[in-house]
């Protein structure tokens, strides 16, 4: 009974080759978060939506981008993934000022 | 400055052991604050929410100082399965849904 489904748990990509990341909440949360965490560091928020408002981090790389086509689901799309950006990449959902549910992650590899 | 700042340990504790966590925030109008954990390799989970007027759940208790600026976390009779990262999160401007974590501390309960 999963209330914050990222798919899938483990993504190797190559160098360049674009790649996107998928997640979905049963939580009916209007906010959704993507995070990137890597090895021994806090999570980094890359963006989130309030319904439908994208919002996106001052120091968010192009590279990133985000699109929520419904209130249940929420992709990250890499164009262009480099070496650095390599990590495990969260999803959370939340109402307004509550705290956030995060889903089991996205563990993605470069090659 | 970092907007939230956690001592990032590690911490290595004896089973049984009383070991507290602080943690420091910088924007006085942050108004809501939160304490996750996370287990190598998997998702944040949240501990617990942090009032003004300290809260606890079983072994664990949390305290707000809203005139020094910091939470704290405490863990009597402490377990091997608390060993994990302990992470402070700070509501900085309700409204605008920005969490801001802290860099986590990091526990380890030895036998």
């Known amino acids: 009974d999963a209330m914050v489904i990222q798919n899938p748990r483990y993504q190797v990509t190559q160098f360049g080759k674009p790649v996107t990341l998928s997640c979905s909440q049963t939580?009916?949360?209007?906010?959704m978060y993507w995070y990137q965490q890597k090895s021994s560091q806090a999570p980094k928020l890359l963006f989130h939506?309030?319904?439908?408002?994208?919002?996106n981090e001052a120091d968010t790389p192009d590279n990133f981008q985000s699109r929520r086509p419904n209130t249940s689901f929420c992709f990250l799309d890499i164009r262009s993934p480099g070496l650095g950006d390599a990590a495990m990449y969260l999803c959370?959902?939340?109402?307004?000022?509550?705290?956030?549910?995060f889903g089991d992650g996205t563990r993605l590899s470069i090659l | 400055r970092k907007e939230v700042e956690q001592d990032p340990g590690p911490f290595n504790v004896p089973e049984g052991a009383t070991v507290a966590f602080n943690c420091t925030y910088s924007n006085s109008a942050s108004q809501s604050f939160f304490w996750y954990r996370q287990d190598c390799r998997k998702e944040p989970k949240l501990l617990m929410s942090?009032?003004?007027s300290g809260n606890e759940d079983g072994r664990f208790t949390a305290q707000l100082n809203r005139a020094s600026q910091y939470i704290s976390l405490l863990i009597r009779d402490s377990k091997l399965s608390d060993s994990a990262t302990y992470l402070c999160v700070v509501i900085s401007i309700q409204g605008a849904q920005k969490l801001v974590f802290g860099q986590g501390t990091r526990l380890t309960i030895n036998p």
């Open positions: 939506y309030y319904d439908k408002d994208f919002n």
């Open positions: 942090v009032y003004s």
């Open positions: 939580l009916n949360h209007n906010v």
């Open positions: 959370a959902t939340s109402r307004l000022d509550e705290p956030q549910h």
